[in-house]
């Protein structure tokens, strides 16, 4: 009977160790995935459009402490964005990469709305990943909102690795797979 134990033991290890794995996969890609789509968001808008933000107080001298920011990484803009960003996993699929078995995902939808101009082979695509998808993203989105806020209020290199590698460490690993020109 002592041999069952060890096996058993042995057993729920390596199904642990896959469903973190799963999980984290999960989690890295929504993080990757959430970056692309407020990069891309972010770029759509007018370089010129601005914000006035601060105080509209009128000082004691008869000024006021108004500042005119980029609106395109305002804080308005940037909770707007972050409110509506994660509908937009179901967008993508999951994509097994064959040689390290890790789950990526990838947009399955272009930017203009056609999916037949892009290579969909071995693209899984079901309501069950972009469900998934978006219930990581929207945690993502909660749990990190002001880091979120923060890295997109200025432009930044490298984003993506950034926030998604070293400030969240939802990502151990780099994924190789890249669809930002989408």
Same mark, same amino acid.
Request: proline letters at 2%; one cysteine or more.
């Given at each position: ?66 500042? =005119? ?5 305002? /804080?308005?803009? @940037?909770? !707007? ?5 994660? #509908?937009?996993? $179901? ?46 993203? =929207? ?5 990190? /909102?002001?880091? @979120?806020? !923060? ?5 930044? #290199?490298?984003? $993506? ?22």
């Amino acid at each position: 009977m002592k041999g069952w134990g060890w096996l058993a033991l042995l057993l729920g290890v390596l199904l642990g160790t896959a469903w973190a794995r799963r999980s984290q996969d999960l989690h890295c890609g929504a993080c990757r995935a959430l970056v692309d789509e407020l990069e891309w968001e972010i770029a759509k808008v007018d370089p010129k459009k601005t914000i006035q933000m601060g105080s509209f107080r009128i000082n004691p001298d008869g000024s006021q402490s108004v500042v =005119e920011v980029p609106y395109a990484r305002s /804080e308005a803009h @940037l909770t !707007e964005l972050l409110e509506e960003v994660c #509908d937009r996993m $179901k967008e993508y699929g999951e994509q097994i990469d064959p040689s390290t078995h890790r789950k990526n995902y990838v947009r399955v939808v272009s930017r203009s709305g056609e999916s037949s101009e892009l290579d969909l082979q071995g693209i899984r695509i079901d309501s069950d990943i972009s469900g998934t998808l978006k219930f990581a993203c =929207e945690s993502i989105v909660e749990e990190y /909102e002001d880091e @979120l806020i !923060e890295f997109f209020s200025r432009e930044a #290199d490298n984003v $993506k690795d950034k926030l998604c590698s070293k400030r969240t460490d939802l990502c151990d690993h780099v994924l190789h797979t890249s669809h930002d020109e989408l």
